[in-house]
Nanobody
Framework: VQLQASGGGLVQAGGSLRLSCAAS????????MGWFRQAPGKEREFVAG????GSSTYYADSVKGRFTISRDNASPQMSSLKPEDTAVYYC????????????????????WGQGTLVTVSS
């Protein structure tokens, strides 16, 4: 499975961006897609995820109510962006059947895309 993330850019605080993750290869094996982010000097953290069927979505507390992820290319619509959302965002995919228990853990994900930079100016 290959993942290609896109959609990052520079936006003012309060603005919106939509990220996208195009998957190719053995996509039939994917059970959940997730997004993580890593700000300078910080650890990579979970942001949002969506199950293969789209019936389950997962969000970090820091983005609940502001980010909405959809099945179409596992795209998170990011609204009301804050300077603290500035980070490199990575999409990831997992073939695990137990993702509902560990969707926020790095180790759950088998495949990772390259990052896309989101910069929110104040």
């Amino acid at each position: 499975v290959q993942l290609q993330a896109s959609g990052g850019g520079l936006v003012q605080a309060g603005g919106s961006l939509r990220l996208s993750c195009a998957a190719s290869g053995r996509t039939a094996s994917i059970n959940v897609m997730g997004w993580f982010r890593q700000a300078p000097g910080k650890e990579r953290e979970f942001v949002a995820g969506i199950s293969r069927s789209g019936s389950s979505t997962y969000y970090a507390d820091s983005v609940k109510g502001r980010f909405t992820i959809s099945r179409d290319n596992a795209s998170p619509q990011m609204s009301s962006l804050k300077p603290e959302d500035t980070a490199v965002y990575y999409c990831a995919a997992s073939s695990s059947r137990f993702y509902s228990l560990r969707y926020s853990a790095h180790g759950t994900y088998d495949y990772w895309g390259q990052g896309t930079l989101v910069t929110v100016s104040s």
